[in-house]
C-alpha cells in the first residue's frame, strides 16, 4: 500500500523528508530533513551530515510524499513503535 496523506499514520515514517513547523522547543523548530530512525518517543533526522534527534510528542510535522504532496500531522499521533501504530485501529468518518 503506497503511503498517502489519509494512510500516514499505519506506516513507517523512515525515508520521508519532513520539516518541524512548530515546536515546544524554540530550538528545534525549523529542522528539516529525512528521517533516517525512530524509536517509540523520538525521531532521527538527517540534517545535511548531522543527526538531530526530534521528540515526537512536542512537535508538529510537515511530511514530503514522494509525489511531492505534504501532510502536517501532530507528533503525539506517532507517538509509540511504527509496528504498534499498524496493530493499532483508526477512526475512519
Not at 19 to 47: A, F, H, M, W, Y
Amino acid at each position: 500500500m503506497p503511503i498517502t496523506q489519509r494512510t500516514v499514520l499505519r506506516h513507517e515514517l523512515i525515508g520521508l523528508e519532513t520539516r518541524v513547523i512548530r515546536s515546544q522547543n524554540p530550538s528545534i523548530t525549523g529542522i528539516k530533513g529525512r528521517i533516517i530512525d525512530e524509536t517509540q518517543n523520538t525521531l532521527v533526522l538527517l540534517v545535511g551530515h548531522e543527526k538531530k534527534v526530534v521528540p515526537k510528542g512536542v512537535v508538529t510535522l510537515q511530511l514530503s510524499f514522494p509525489d511531492g504532496s505534504l501532510v502536517e500531522i501532530d507528533g503525539t499521533e506517532v507517538i509509540g513503535r511504527s509496528e504498534d501504530r499498524l496493530r493499532k485501529r483508526t477512526r475512519r468518518w
